[in-house]
Each structure stands twice: as C-alpha cells, then as structure tokens.
T-cell receptor
C-alpha cells in the first residue's frame, strides 16, 4: 500500500537558518509528489509539485524540493527561513487511477527570532 | 483564478444530527474528493467521485457517510447521525487529472 513518512514531527530553526524537511514515500510506480503548508486553522496551500522531468523543483515562498528516486524521497528545502514560515508542512503523494492523495503526518515548524 | 468553494466555513451540530457539507468544485474538473483532518492530525482521504459515482472510498467512509452531486455544480458530503469523533476539518477537492485543488475547508464541531 502507498504511504508517506515524515520522520520529523517538530522542527525548530532560527530565523535566517536553512531548512530541510524530510519526506519518504512508498509507491510502486513513479509518484506525483506535493508539499503543502498549513497555518493553524487554515486550509492547505500548495508549495510545489513534482510530476516528471527535472528532479529539483522550485515552488512559492522560496521553497524547493528534490526528488530522489533511489531514496524514495522528496525533501523540502529553504536556504533562509523567515518567521512567517512557521506552520505545519505536509508531504503528499498522488496515485494514478483515482488520483487520491495520501498525506504524511506533517512536520510542525517553529522559527526562533 | 478558479477555486474550490466550501460552505459553511464552520458548522456546529448536536450529536446524532445529520449535516451536509457543501462544495462547489472548479467547473471543468472531473474528479471530486472529500478529505478529513482531525485536529492536530494528518489529512485523510475519505472518498473520490468520478462520472457520477464513487470511484474509491477509505475505511473511514462507512454507511454514515454519503456523497452526491445533485446538480452540475455542487458536490456534497452528508454525515448521518453525527458522533463526537466526527469533529474535524473537512476538505473538498477537485481535479482534472493529477493535481487537486483544495477548498478552504469546513470545520465541523459535534457537541
């Protein structure tokens, strides 16, 4: 069965520091991969997506992610974190067929001033 | 830019009551979904709907739940006889193919 693992439940970084959020997936075929951000009580905002092609994808708010097939990973990165980046981040994989999304358990990011 | 619209944004209901959550998907989309997020937890797939029928449903989506596309624009989730544990944020989504667009959610509180 397909699954998404986000090993880090909480991450704390200082403002201006770099950030990497980990995501591993389990899926037999080439997955469609997504990162979403969610502020408390709010909806899901798409940061970036990977369907095919260049394995390094750029997203909004200065985020990027790299698809590594050999590691079944799709880690999210940002070179310099801003206080406004504090939120919960969800990795998701979409499957062919019904295109349903499977979400990871999320990583809550705290940013220290 | 087209968006998925959900109403209401908040709903409070008494245990045992029926609720209907409403969604207006993006007009040319063919696939429709409902997801649930219990407070502090991950987003969980409930059901997908294509060609006027359910194409896939999760274990959560039992007989208590039903979906309908009553007209050409709305997509609804009905929860019969609500329970305390149904309290959650419910997200509607729609897609042409892979990329789904999510609504802002309906926060359901069962008291």
């Amino acid at each position: 069965a397909q699954s998404v693992t986000q090993p880090d439940i909480h991450i704390t970084v200082s403002e201006g520091a770099s950030l990497e959020l980990r995501c591993n997936y389990s899926y037999g075929a080439t997955p469609y991969l997504f990162w979403y951000v969610q502020s408390p009580g709010q909806g899901l905002q798409l940061l970036l997506k990977y369907f095919s092609g260049d394995t390094l994808v750029q997203g909004i708010k200065g985020f990027e992610a790299e698809f590594k097939r050999s590691q079944s990973s799709f880690n999210l990165r940002k070179p310099s974190v801003h206080w406004s980046d504090a939120a919960e981040y969800f990795c998701a994989v979409s499957t062919s067929g019904t295109y349903k999304y499977i979400f990871g358990t999320g990583t809550r990011l705290k940013v220290l001033a | 830019e087209p968006e998925v619209t959900q109403t209401p944004s908040h709903q409070v209901t008494q245990m045992g009551q029926e609720v209907i959550l409403r969604c207006v998907p993006i007009s040319n989309h063919l696939y429709f979904y409902w997801y649930r997020q219990i407070l502090g937890q991950k987003v969980e797939f409930l059901v997908s709907f294509y060609n006027n029928e359910i194409s896939e449903k999760s274990e959560i989506f039992d007989d208590q739940f039903s979906v309908e596309r009553p007209d050409g624009s709305n997509f609804t989730l009905k929860i019969r006889s609500t329970k305390l544990e149904d309290s959650a944020m419910y997200f509607c989504a729609s897609s042409e193919t892979v990329e789904a667009f999510f609504g802002q959610g309906t926060r359901l509180t069962v008291v």
